[in-house]
């Protein structure tokens, strides 16, 4: 398992990778804030002023690391789990705070960003990714696609169909798998009997890697070169990055019905920022007022993202018909009119 | 029992492993956690885990594998967490649970239940709110089946699993913990293909399923004040259609109102209006109606309500039919 800073902080220097000062603050300013965020949008959840979202608690690490390593062309294909991805890319969080409490206006995505849209159905937008990838391919764009997913998706069939085409094809897909040991209540031990899911790739003619999802700069290494390899025609590349999903499944699941707390607890002192943090300290590059620095930037930001999504309102009515067909077909004029009209009524 | 929706097909579920030890559940989290909305709690710990199989999450793998098993003698009961989510095994359903039968003139079936709970209005995420039956029903060789009570999920259910034949067994999760009912602890069953006049009633007939039974008899206690008296019609059963409660209760009434939260293009109320056009055409004394879901995609929380068909929007479309 590629690890370069273990859980004590300690750093292997012959892997160290090459970042300024400046990157490696941003490293842990971006995982802070995506923690806050995280943990803002649970109050928010338990007060009823967002709706069940998944929490990236435990994650930050293998998101941050991971984004850190895109370059403005590269592609990103996120599941439903990847705050610190958003956050890492500079993504407004208004619009993830308003699509998590089921506002519409959550769902855009500004043109700047190569970014996909959160996919629901597990494992389903894999052979999407190897599409951007063939396409990139044909129109000799030099880019990488990053493709975010858990363990749960090896078990799908979109995901042996597109890895499959990805070796076929040697499409520039990086397949990130934040291996967090569950898929709501099913242990990672029974969802495959492999080994370990870094090496399923074997299987598709490609190179597959076991990467400590809760070592930053691992996952920045392992990510950029793989990234690189991509752009260069050598292929795509598996990483399993191995971390555990410290909260409960989403917001409506009681993980203490099927896991014990100890092994909770051990994973927390494992946590991914914690490590960090004295990584920094020993290069110098920490100490209080900058981890309170920190801290409230991400506070500020964080409230002031959702303070803009609170404020903006549902879409209009004519939105909801406005995005199923390039034009709008009679038949839905004629039930939008309806629902209006009727709207109408019941307010007199 | 007095017990919800949950409560009745858990012990529907029980009692049949109980009675009949060909009986065996798989899907996702369906043992330790038992099921995200707890329809089979427990089982997992009276049956153990070669009966309560907690799979990968693989669609076509579970509904294949059930296939499979049914045709070694077993009766698999598949959860699909959500309707929404079947569509990985859609190949395995139409391509097989509803063809064994014929491709092997007989000698293969395949007795399953494909349980999976439906429908919007309870603030969910994308694909977490579809109503798909239409879908079903357009493939020959599947019995699909929609409860919109405690007894009759129960019912229904026990009928699901001894039929012959593969079951889409849809659950409305609306009503899951929508009320309690008395639910007998004795063994009975529903017979599939039977409607149930809900609400008896002159002048109009509403027919309905699911999550929308209690949307319609909420909208016929709002027009009594207006001296108009439906009838409801829970159909139970979309396929096979219970035709001969429909036509009845049509050419009785004169009127009809068809309510479904699906979308209404090609939804399972065309059908019925074609049904009732070839059967009692000269009953009517009004255009067949529908009240359904818009065409479009079910929308996220905040703007739901504009999609799902609501007891208001269900009493106008009473008062049209009614002042044709
Ligand atoms: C095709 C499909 N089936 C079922 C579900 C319901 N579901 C949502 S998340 C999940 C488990 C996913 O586990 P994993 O892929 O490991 O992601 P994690 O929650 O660990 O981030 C399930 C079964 C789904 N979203 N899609
Ligand atoms: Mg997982």
Redesign the pocket.
Known sequence: MLQILNEKGDVKKDLEPKLSKGDLKKLYSFMVTTRVADTKALKLQRQGRMGTF?QSLGHEACQVGSAYALETNDWTVP???DLGTYVTLGFPLKYWYLYWMGNEEGMHIPKEFNLFTIT?????QLPQAVGLGLAANLKKDRIGILST?????TS?GDFHEALNFAGVYRTPNVFLC?N?Q???SMPRSKQTASKTIAQKATAYGFDGVLVDGNDVLAMYVATQEALNKAKNGDGPTLIEAYTY?RAN?TTSDDASKYRPAEEVEAWEKKDPIDRFRIYLKTKGLWNESFEKQVQKDAEEQVEKEVRDAEATPSPPIEDLFSHTYSDIPQKLKEQMDELKAGLNEDDQ | MNGNMVQALNQALEQEMLRDDRVVILG??VGVDGGVFRVTEGLLQTFGDERVIDTP?A?SGIIGAAIGMAVYGLRPIAEI??MG?VF?GFNQIVSHAARLRNRSRGRFTVPIVIRMPYGAGVKALELHSESTEALFCHIPGLKVVVPSSPFDAKGLLVASIRSGDPVIFLEPKKLYRAGRQDVPDDDYEIPLGTAKVVREGEGLTIICWGAMVPQAQEAAEAVEEKGIFPEIIDLRTLSPLDHETIIQSVQHTGRALIVHEAPKTCGLGAEIAAQINEKALLNLEAPILRITGQDIVVPLPKSENYYYPSPARIVRGIKKTMEF
């Not at chain 1, 629901?120 to 389903?124: H, Y």
């Open positions: 998944a599941y439903f789990r629901v159905p597990v494992g389903s997913f858990s363990d749960e998706a799908t934040y967090n569950y898929a709501i999903r499944h | 996702e989290d999450l669609e967490q959500f989510f990985p």
